[in-house]
């Protein structure tokens, strides 16, 4: 998750593999807003832990 965050704040949603923004979607970590995907705050405590976990960001 923390990479494909990476991927999406640098425009680059072509680098997260195929259906995982679905994925987060549908988990209830990120949703649409004004034409972009923003992590919802159960998002935002998935990706802390991941990091915290050294997963790189």
């Keep these: 998750m923390p ?4 991927s999406l704040w640098r425009r ?3 680098e997260v593999p195929q259906g995982s923004l679905d994925d ?3 988990l209830g970590w990120m949703n649409w807003s004004r ?3 923003l992590l919802t705050p159960a998002g935002q ?3 802390d832990r991941v990091v915290a976990q050294g997963a790189t960001p």
């Excluded at 990479?3 to 990476?6: E, L, M």
């Design 45 to 47: 405590i998935v990706h």
């Design 24 to 26: 987060f979607v549908t």
């Design 12 to 14: 680059r949603a072509w």
């Design 35 to 37: 034409g972009a995907l």
């Design 3 to 6: 990479a494909a965050i990476a």
